[in-house]
């Protein structure tokens, strides 16, 4: 269990983390999602004591993380840059890592089998691929067999081999009772895997939700309406108490109800209708509109420099 | 504190696991021995056409143990490299998120890397004096002789130095590249310059490897202000700076 309180971090004039409060709670994926550049590695990198918050603070299992006599054993992290060391073996790397929190050889055997590293354990992680660095970063999180797990990106350039195996091993942490807590800047690959959603955008809590309420609020669908007359339209369903919109084209879109009833209306009145379609839109739609804003913000923001 | 044993037995695993850094000392001891047995050799061969008075003033230990200038260098390297390699991909981020307690983690590393680098100096300054003085047959010394044994073992201390100020100020530079840039131009270049130019010399002279590179001579040659000892001091001085320098800049700086 992780605690973010009020956490803020300015470099120089920018705040690139803005009083973020949430939490990451056991037996569940909890998705952090943000564009890119929006301060999601900034805060993993507070919350693992690297970075110093100029406000807030982080409590992982009630202490702050730098009061952790065996951090490994509470949280386990794979950040985005690999922190391995080019000229070392991937053995050589998980050792060293156990043996600064006292973990014995037989785990770091154990992780090695976990994540398929096998046959590549004595080559240098220099030489590794993607995939295979990506691994490695997982058994690194795995040594100390923590309760909590940050990964930040981790499908990041993978495969598709490789994005189903995170995938199912962070379904399969959760299921375990593990607070796992995964940055991405892709809604659609949250979705896919996330129970929780954290959102945020410019440094700040844009939504902190779960995802069946996130896909209520956010994806809404519409019926779309194409008539030769859509302001007549619109004053029928006004009428009837249905709310609409105009869309793109003279059409409009219309809260979600049944089409028939639409119908209905328009042929009660002698209106014809071209169209009459039930649209749904995509999560990653709805995430953009969400962070819309804080990311036109900053493009204005960097135009004006 | 009951975590620095398993502290350091990690950074013995650093250090053990990259070529770089183990070889640097394996390196450091042939560089040295075979420069000292190797050009006392060759004297003890050629000093019969060596000058009336060379020969005179001749001092086995002085000659021998002058030769560890070019060991040294690779102690420089070697120093850079043990801290140097924490700041290639990414590796302390790793080490900090294992160890978030800064001052243990830089205590169990410095101590480690500080450590290592005293045992194969003191290590190759006695084997080198030993192979160099067999080397030079009948010209050769013996450690019993006044102010030999001194100087040996702290040619030793002093080489041990050179190793962990270049840790420090690798600390402080937090990229190896750059450390490397900074000290070997400083010692080689720079240091000697400033310890030998009339009216800077005095102050010269203070300098870490100026101050500290006396204790090599039995007859140091030139006038100092500072004798050997007092000389292995004020490198120590140093050697404490740039350790809390090292110190205070992983301590503020974000990983």
Redesign the interface.
Known sequence: MIEVRNLTKRYGPTLAVDDLTFTVAPGRVTGFLGPNGAGKSTTMRMMLGLDVPAAGDVLVDGKPYHALREPLRHVGALLEAKAVHPGRSARNHLLWLAQTNGIGRARVREVIDLVGLGGAVDRRAGEFSLGMGQRLGIAAALLGDPAVLLLDEPVNGLDPEGIRWIRTLMRDLAAEGRAVFVSSHLMSEMALTADHLVVIGRGRLLADTDMAGFIRRNARSHVLVRTPDPARMLALLTAAGIGAVAGPDDTLEVDEVEPARIGALAAADGLAVDELSPRTASLEEAFMRLTADSVEFRAADGAGR | MT?FP??A???L??IR????TAWTLVLAFVITVAFGVGVSFYLSTTFDRLGAESRATFDPSDFAMSMVEYGQLVLVVFGVLVVG?EY??????????????RSEFYRAKMFVGGALAFAVSELTVFVMYFGSQAALGSHGGAITDPGVFGAVFGTGLYLTMIAVISMGVTAMLRSPAVAIGTLIPFFFMVSNILGHVPGVRVVGQFLPDQAGNQIIFRHYPTGSVLGPWTGLLVMAAWTALALAGGYLVLRSR??
Do not use: F, M, W, Y
């Open positions: 975590t398993r502290l037995a990690a950074e695993t650093k696991t990259l070529r770089s390699s290639r991909g990414g590796t302390i981020r790793a080490a900090l998120a294992a160890v978030p307690r974000d990983a």
